[in-house]
């Protein structure tokens, strides 16, 4: 088990991004809740590629081509 290891394909990566971006929008925004800051997580993984779940659960979201390094 690597914990560093790339395994958030482009899509989950976009996902996470705007939803990251949406929860940490509402913190400051209207809903004034602290589960926003799970927003920080959504982003810093999905900028990196990379997450420690993912790991520890032996996920992968790439795509067979993103494994093979062909995109």
Do not use: Q
């Amino acid at each position: 088990m690597n914990l560093f290891k790339n395994n958030v394909g482009k899509i989950d990566r976009v996902i996470r991004l705007v939803v990251g971006i949406i929860l940490i929008g509402n913190v400051f925004y209207a809903l004034h809740h602290p589960i926003g800051w799970v927003g920080i997580i959504l982003i810093v993984t999905g900028i990196a590629g990379k997450c420690p779940l993912y790991s520890i659960l032996g996920l992968n979201t790439k795509t067979l081509s993103e494994k093979a390094g062909l995109k």
